[in-house]
Antibody, heavy 125, light 107 residues
């Protein structure tokens, strides 16, 4: 069974850092792009960051670019999100998710096929 | 920016009812649309991809249709396990955009 187990959330003061982790099992981790998606009551589901299968390409939503870094260790089947300079509006449940690619010619389309259970990040003084 | 708009934002229905949720895109996304179900305290779970393709293991009472800018998710006969929030997501344009969700509640 394909599984993702995300962890690392907690209560942190504004301006501090936190690292989220996501352990993958049940599939060939190095074959799939991965994402972090967050959810808040006010903004709903929001894509935060994505990384290609090899780790060579990374993408960020504008509000976290320059503060968050997504990485992966394919030898350990692990995904990470390093979050620096945290702000109150980063408060959310963070999910890691596996991308499923649909290939049409030279174009790839991605939806999220497997999600972790989520880890809660609260930024507050 | 591409916007995804779901309607209604919530609905009340009874077990056995036919339920339809609509998702509209602000521009054409062909059929690159997924539907997710989320129960309280749980992660979203993909039900349908490519507008109408049912994920493995998803009950056949769920179906999706539509193309371009208008899509629907239909539950043919609502079951107790189906009370949840449903989200659409376009993935025509990377990295994808979610709708705001439709909460299906018990009448």
């Amino acid at each position: 069974e394909e599984q993702l187990l995300d962890s690392g959330g907690g209560l942190v003061q504004p301006g501090r850092s936190l690292r989220l982790s996501c352990a993958a099992s049940g599939f060939t981790f190095s074959n799939n792009g991965m994402r972090w998606v967050r959810q808040t009551p006010g903004k709903g589901l929001e894509w935060v960051s994505a990384i290609s299968a090899s780790g060579d390409s990374t993408f960020y939503v504008g509000s976290v670019r320059g503060r968050f870094t997504i990485t992966r260790d394919n030898s350990k089947n692990m995904l990470y999100l390093q979050m620096n300079s945290l702000r109150a509006d980063d408060t959310a449940v963070y999910y890691c998710a596996k991308e499923v690619a649909v290939v049409v010619g030279a174009t790839h389309y991605y939806y999220m096929g497997v999600w972790g259970k989520g880890t809660t990040v609260t930024v507050s003084s | 920016d591409l916007q995804m708009t779901q309607s209604p934002s919530s609905l009340s229905a009874s077990v056995g009812d036919r339920v339809t949720i609509t998702c509209r895109a602000s521009q054409s996304i062909s059929n690159w649309l997924a539907w997710y179900q989320q129960k309280p305290g749980k992660a979203p779970k993909v039900l349908i991809h490519k507008a109408s393709s049912l994920e493995s293991g998803v009950p056949s009472r769920f179906s999706g249709s539509g193309s371009a800018t208008e899509f629907t998710l239909t539950i043919s006969s609502l079951q107790p396990d189906d009370f949840a929030t449903y989200y659409c997501q376009q993935y025509s344009f990377y990295p994808g955009t979610f709708g705001q969700g439709t909460k299906v509640e018990i009448k």
